[in-house]
T-cell receptor, first 112, second 112 residues
């Protein structure tokens, strides 16, 4: 299964962009990259996903490198409510169905 | 309202007892998942199911059992064989294919 690697923690100033990196060097050609975030003691919240093109929605942007071995989640104007653990996941499709395997994530602290 | 519901939110059991955690969804999703989360850790996949009457072991299935008799329901039983059952348990569901997964708010199980 494709494994992801993220820095354990990051911080950024409120109002600035938060750029969260993720390495997924063993990703296969048809496997999507997903990002979720988890605020303490709640269920993870979906943010965005993509295959090879850059994606943007109302929450964030996802930049995937051309070789697809890494990606960056961008929160364009971080707020204090964006403080959370961010998970980068590769969705693995198999004969038994799709697996969503989480790593340990990046703990983002947004400071005032 | 449409969504995924886990109950109860908090659960206490004595050591040696089996306990069943409920997960119900009315999103018409085919796929359902169970995860375990320990303090300061990421999510680990216990079991997943893509269709009714079929389910697959995840990365840490030992000591757990599931059933999928109805599309809407995917209960998880934590058996007495699970050596360290105290944890935060999260259920998720999604359509098949590359779509977002929705998470419940979790059940915090404490075994004393």
């Amino acid at each position: 299964d494709a494994k992801t690697t993220q820095p354990p923690s990051m911080d950024c100033a409120e109002g600035r962009a938060a750029n969260l990196p993720c390495n997924h060097s063993t990703i296969s050609g048809n496997e999507y990259v997903y990002w979720y975030r988890q605020i303490h003691s709640q269920g993870p919240q979906y943010i965005i996903h993509g295959l090879k093109n850059n994606e943007t929605n109302e929450m964030a942007s996802l930049i995937i490198t051309e070789d697809r071995k890494s990606s960056t989640l961008i929160l364009p104007h971080a707020t204090l409510r964006d403080t959370a653990v961010y998970y980068c996941i590769v969705r693995v499709s198999g004969s038994s169905g799709d697996k969503l395997t989480f790593g340990t994530g990046t703990r983002l602290a947004v400071r005032p | 309202d449409g969504g995924i519901t886990q109950s109860p939110k908090y659960l206490f059991r004595k050591e040696g007892q089996n306990v069943t955690l409920s997960c119900e969804q009315n999103l018409n999703h085919d796929a359902m998942y169970w995860y375990r989360q320990d303090p300061g850790q990421g999510l680990r996949l216990i079991y997943y199911s893509q269709i009714v009457n079929d389910f697959q072991k995840g990365d840490i299935a030992e000591g757990y059992s599931v059933s999928r008799e109805k599309k809407e329901s995917f209960p998880l039983t934590v058996t007495s064989a699970q050596k360290n059952p105290t944890a935060f348990y999260l259920c998720a569901s999604s359509h098949q294919g590359n779509t977002e997964a929705f998470f419940g708010q979790g059940t915090r199980l404490t075994v004393v």
